[in-house]
């Protein structure tokens, strides 16, 4: 039996796979991936999660090279980072999304 590639060949698909490991960060990836792109400020009132949590967790995500933040004035805008496009586009496979595109659960849903 060959498993053709060793695992050290794996540990960057291990790191991503680490960032996304967090309820909270895998709703953010999914719901800026859907809006393409979000305010702190907006983010935090449509998930209804203190600032500090999500700018806790951004961070991380941010760490990973998954999402980029820019600054616009006051507030500090995310998206995903162009290192990991999004696969099958950006509604495909959508965790909390129907087939229409649209939240089943609000939890999950972010304004774009």
Known sequence: MSFGKR?????EAAEVLKALAHPVRLCLVCGLVRCGGCAV???????ALPQATVSQQLAKLRA???????????????E???????AGGAR?????????????????????
């Open 64 to 78: 990973a090279g998954l999402v980029v933040a820019r600054r616009r004035g006051k507030e500090v805008h995310y």
């Open 92 to 112: 495909g496979g959508v965790p909390g999304e129907d087939r229409t595109g649209h939240g089943r659960r609000e939890g999950m849903k972010i304004r774009g």
């Open 80 to 86: 995903v980072s162009s290192l990991y496009p999004p």
């Open 7 to 11: 695992p050290e060949a794996f540990r």
């Open 41 to 47: 400020r907006e983010i935090q009132e449509c998930l």
